[in-house]
């Protein structure tokens, strides 16, 4: 069975830092781009962050460019947002992903092969 398990949410003062984490079991990463989006009440889907697996190479949503990281490590099946600078318009649910063919940042709509279940993050100002 495929799961995914976003955890470290919270509430935390703008300016300060959260740490992501989201641990996959049932599948691996090695041929899954890894994607972090976000859901905030009454807005569409917004993406994150991606890393792809083909390369390494790493992409941000504009809004959070310069603050937040996305890393992963293999060996553990774990991926990580590093949410450095946070405002309170970065207040949503955030939920990790993982897909076979592209990271979907672009599209609300994007249906990923696999995501997980979100984690709170509340920024008060």
């Known amino acids: 069975e495929v799961q995914l398990q976003a955890s470290g949410g919270g509430v935390v003062q703008a300016g300060g830092s959260l740490r992501l984490s989201c641990v996959a079991s049932g599948f691996t990463f090695d041929y899954h781009h890894l994607i972090w989006f976000r859901q905030a009440p009454g807005k569409e889907r917004e993406g994150v962050s991606c890393i792809r697996f083909s390369d390494g190479t790493t992409t941000y949503g504009d809004s959070v460019k310069g603050r937040f990281t996305i890393s992963s490590d293999n060996a553990k099946n774990t991926m990580y947002l590093q949410m450095n600078s946070l405002k309170p318009e970065d207040t949503a649910v955030y939920y990790c992903?993982?897909?076979?063919?592209?990271?979907?940042?672009?599209?609300?709509?994007?249906?990923?092969?696999?995501r997980g279940q979100g984690t709170q993050v509340t920024v008060s100002s």
């Open positions: 992903a993982a897909d076979n063919e592209d990271c979907g940042l672009d599209s609300a709509l994007y249906e990923y092969d696999y």
